[in-house]
């Protein structure tokens, strides 16, 4: 049976979008994922060119509010921002909550490439620690 996870940060629009997308494409056999936000805004274009750079499509994916899911079982649920765990330190029905800090990207200053630098950043950061989450799993 696979496991359900559920990635929360504020906007839905970047860093829980990437991991979504990353859980999905390393290990869709095993896990079902989603994402969701304390405040969507839409996705991030600078995301879904980090996730194209290495083949992951999330072009269609779209930001979710998080209590659409309050009321769903999950496995995990993992906080990709410091704001979220604020926001949601209790999630009713998780057998486990785990949070991982990740710089916002979207909040990156300077050229459109630096700007997009830091979106590839944050990005592999995230496969690193998506990969040993599964790993680990």
């Known amino acids: 049976m696979k496991r359900r996870v559920l990635f929360l940060c504020t906007g839905n629009s970047a860093r829980s979008q990437m991991a979504e997308g990353l859980l999905r494409h390393l290990a869709s056999d095993r896990f079902e994922v989603d994402s969701a936000g304390t405040h969507p805004v839409g996705l991030n274009p600078g995301a879904i060119e980090a996730m194209h750079d290495i083949g992951v499509d999330i ?3 779209r930001s979710k509010r998080m209590s659409e899911f309050l009321n769903d079982p999950f496995d995990y649920v993992i906080t990709v921002c410091d704001r979220a765990k604020d926001s949601c330190p209790l999630w009713p029905h998780a057998a486990e909550l785990i949070h991982w800090s990740f710089e916002d990207p979207a909040e990156t200053k300077g050229s459109p490439e ?18 040993e989450f599964v790993k680990d799993d």
């Not at 630096?114 to 990969?131: K, T």
């Open 59 to 61: 072009s269609q994916h």
């Open 114 to 131: 630096e700007r997009q630098e830091a979106f590839r950043q944050v990005r592999e950061e995230i496969r690193a620690r998506i990969e």
